[in-house]
């Protein structure tokens, strides 16, 4: 069984994942995936150079994550460009992990499920949700971001309620990380029930 784990920004992917870990589930993080996709002499480095040149480049060589970030986050083509880089890479690693997991379910997650249409991808959908003051207070705290940066950031990423709409599941993470452990430990014996019965 192949679970989508996603939610907006701040609400609580990451710590999600780690719990579901720590209960000996397999996980693979999209975000992680597509940062190492540009990893200097890759193969989405040298696709990248091709494209964008040496300007998003530091002094290391290595790709200049917070100047593509603040550039392409508001230029339409250069942002599609760049996933028909990434995207590509991504699958292949996300199908190669389907592939080969071992525990009795596995957690793909991806933070654009609802932006994608991609939720067809997954058994179950899970979303875990949070309102959007503690999305910002988190985000900016997390992400050394300012709160403008991250309302940005907010209002280009699908709405509470369309995320919601493609959840089979959902944990509500306004709370202490004790709280969404709980929640993580009750979904994990709910899949558990749905793997074993499969």
Same mark, same amino acid.
Do not use: W
């Given at each position: 069984?192949? =679970?989508?784990? +996603? %939610? %907006? =920004?701040? @609400?609580? /992917?990451? !710590?999600?994942a780690?719990?579901?870990?720590?209960l000996?589930?397999?996980?693979?993080d !999209?975000d992680?995936?597509s940062?190492?996709a540009?990893?200097?002499?890759?193969? %989405?480095?040298?696709? #990248?150079?091709?494209? #964008?040149?040496?300007?998003?480049?530091?002094?290391?060589?290595?790709?200049?994550?917070?100047?593509?970030?603040?550039?392409? #986050?508001?230029? /339409?083509?250069?942002?599609?460009?760049l996933?028909?880089?990434?995207?590509?890479?991504?699958?292949?690693?996300?199908?190669? #992990?389907?592939?080969?997991? /071992?525990?009795?379910?596995?957690?793909?997650?991806?933070?654009?499920?609802?932006? $994608?249409?991609?939720?067809?991808?997954?058994?179950?959908?899970?979303?875990?949700?949070?309102?959007?003051?503690?999305? +910002?207070?988190?985000?900016? +705290?997390?992400? /050394?971001? +300012?709160?403008?940066?991250?309302?940005?950031?907010? @209002?280009?990423?699908? $709405?509470?309620?369309?995320?919601?709409?493609? !959840?089979?599941?959902? =944990?509500?993470?306004? @709370?202490?990380?004790?709280?969404?452990?709980?929640e993580?430990?009750?979904?994990?014996?709910?899949?558990?029930?749905? @793997?074993?019965?499969?």
């Open positions: 069984m192949i =679970i989508g784990l +996603t %939610g %907006g =920004i701040g @609400s609580g /992917k990451s !710590a999600a780690d719990f579901f870990i720590d000996g589930i397999e996980v693979i !999209a992680e995936l940062k190492k540009l990893s200097k002499n890759s193969y %989405g480095y040298t696709l #990248f150079l091709k494209e #964008f040149g040496q300007k998003y480049l530091n002094k290391d060589k290595e790709v200049n994550r917070e100047l593509l970030r603040n550039e392409i #986050f508001f230029d /339409k083509v250069k942002k599609e460009t996933e028909k880089i990434i995207h590509p890479i991504v699958s292949n690693k996300i199908l190669e #992990f389907i592939n080969n997991f /071992k525990s009795p379910y596995c957690i793909v997650m991806v933070p654009l499920i609802f932006e $994608t249409n991609s939720s067809n991808n997954y058994d179950r959908v899970l979303v875990i949700d949070c309102d959007i003051e503690t999305q +910002t207070q988190r985000s900016s +705290t997390r992400d /050394k971001q +300012t709160k403008k940066q991250i309302e940005q950031i907010i @209002s280009k990423q699908a $709405t509470r309620n369309q995320r919601l709409s493609i !959840a089979n599941d959902f =944990i509500l993470n306004n @709370s202490s990380l004790s709280h969404l452990k709980n993580v430990s009750k979904i994990h014996k709910k899949y558990m029930e749905i @793997s074993n019965n499969a």
